[in-house]
């Protein structure tokens, strides 16, 4: 799934130029709107401005990835436009229920498409997620990988035009409000991002999968571990504060690093529904180094059992 086309270059250009328009438009219109669109945070900050990202991605990423991405984002936007809002008589919000039927539609629809691999790619929102918390993580991510996956799969394919490209563009004109605090990207940003990264991933497992003659489950395994370096790039980003919300938060003294990856992997709301329906009320202490080196504080970490 390349860029295709004698205009590749042009086309390019065109979604790094309408990302800036839209987001330095989406900026000011939010910002007047108000509401769940706008928070209080630093002073004031319009959110879910990763709309501007989400319409580039949706018009430029070759199909069928812009169909997935499509989906997300629509449920992802009802997440940022309704808020933080509890469903009467569930246990969890709407946004928590429209995320995961967007996540569950990326996987059913992508499964035909790439296979068991889709499972990954909407999985992927997860550590996107967490690393949008914090000014300008989210776009560092978003711009370190689709960098990386743009050069491997150029090396694999020999076209110099590949998806992660058009994320690459797409984001550098979306993150400098980003970087200086100025927007945040919401659902609609992160998740969009998160997706489009794990189908450039499958894309690369692809190729590296047909060469080693792996089949499905080796796609499936070559995108898992990009999936985790993901989260390891992100836990590093984040790493001052992740321990500082960990310690603070969470007590959980002198965090490792593997607390730090298992946050992004697991934490967030999403994370506590699931510990809400698989742990109840138990609390599980681990005193093991091993298993704290490895993070095991924080994945059982159960808030429902205080």
Same mark, same amino acid.
């Given at each position: 799934?390349?860029?295709?086309? %004698?205009?590749?270059?042009?086309? #390019?250009l &065109?979604?790094?130029?309408? *990302?800036?328009? $839209?987001?330095?438009?989406?900026?000011? @219109?939010?910002?007047?709107?108000?509401?769940?669109?706008?928070?209080?945070?630093?002073?004031g900050?319009?959110?879910?401005?990763g709309?501007?990202?989400?319409?580039?991605?949706?018009?430029?990423?070759?199909?069928?990835?812009?169909?997935?991405?499509?989906?997300?984002?629509?449920?992802?936007?009802?997440?940022?436009?309704?808020?933080?809002?509890?469903?009467?008589?569930?246990?969890?919000?709407?946004?928590?229920?429209?995320?995961?039927?967007?996540?569950?539609?990326?996987?059913?629809?992508?499964?035909?498409?790439?296979?068991?691999?889709?499972?990954?790619?909407?999985?992927?929102?997860?550590?996107?997620?967490?690393?949008?918390?914090?000014?300008?993580?989210?776009?560092?991510?978003?711009?370190?990988?689709?960098?990386? %996956?743009?050069?491997?799969?150029? #090396?694999? &394919?020999?076209?110099?035009? *590949?998806?992660? $490209?058009?994320?690459?563009?797409?984001? @550098?004109?979306?993150?400098?409000?980003?970087?200086?605090?100025?927007?945040?990207?919401?659902?609609?940003?992160?998740?969009?991002?998160?997706?489009?990264?794990?189908?450039?991933?499958?894309?690369?497992?692809?190729n590296?999968?047909?060469?080693?003659?792996?089949?499905?489950g080796?796609?499936?395994?070559?995108?898992?571990?990009?999936?985790?370096?993901?989260?390891?790039?992100?836990?590093?980003?984040?790493?001052?504060?992740?321990?500082?919300?960990?310690?603070?938060?969470?007590?959980?003294?002198?965090?490792?690093y593997?607390?730090?990856?298992?946050?992004?992997?697991?934490?967030?709301?999403l994370?506590?529904?699931?510990?809400?329906?698989?742990?109840?009320?138990q609390?599980?202490?681990?005193?093991?180094?091993?298993? %704290?080196?490895?993070?095991?504080?924080?994945?059982?970490?159960?808030?429902? *059992?205080?």
């Amino acid at each position: 799934m390349n860029i295709t086309g %004698m205009n590749s270059d042009i086309m #390019l250009l &065109t979604a790094f130029v309408l *990302s800036i328009i $839209l987001t330095f438009i989406f900026q000011k @219109l939010f910002t007047r709107l108000g509401g769940n669109l706008y928070t209080s945070i630093r002073g004031g900050t319009p959110r879910a401005v990763g709309i501007a990202p989400f319409l580039v991605l949706l018009l430029f990423f070759p199909p069928p990835g812009n169909y997935l991405i499509g989906l997300i984002g629509i449920f992802a936007f009802l997440d940022d436009i309704i808020g933080r809002k509890k469903i009467k008589g569930l246990p969890f919000e709407f946004g928590q229920l429209s995320r995961g039927i967007g996540m569950l539609m990326v996987m059913v629809v992508g499964y035909f498409y790439f296979g068991p691999a889709s499972i990954l790619i909407a999985l992927m929102i997860q550590p996107m997620n967490i690393a949008d918390m914090q000014p300008g993580t989210a776009s560092s991510t978003a711009i370190i990988m689709s960098l990386i %996956m743009a050069i491997l799969l150029y #090396l694999a &394919t020999g076209n110099p035009y *590949s998806s992660a $490209l058009i994320i690459l563009v797409t984001c @550098l004109g979306y993150a400098p409000l980003d970087y200086q605090g100025k927007i945040m990207m919401g659902e609609v940003g992160n998740h969009s991002f998160g997706v489009g990264l794990g189908i450039t991933y499958t894309l690369l497992a692809g190729n590296i999968a047909n060469f080693h003659n792996w089949g499905t489950g080796g796609v499936f395994l070559v995108v898992l571990v990009l999936l985790i370096i993901t989260a390891l790039l992100i836990a590093f980003l984040r790493r001052k504060n992740l321990k500082k919300f960990l310690e603070s938060n969470l007590q959980i003294h002198n965090p490792r690093y593997g607390d730090l990856l298992m946050d992004v992997l697991t934490g967030g709301g999403l994370g506590d529904l699931l510990r809400r329906f698989i742990l109840r009320k138990q609390d599980i202490k681990i005193k093991n180094r091993f298993l %704290m080196f490895l993070g095991l504080r924080r994945l059982f970490y159960n808030p429902h *059992s205080i």
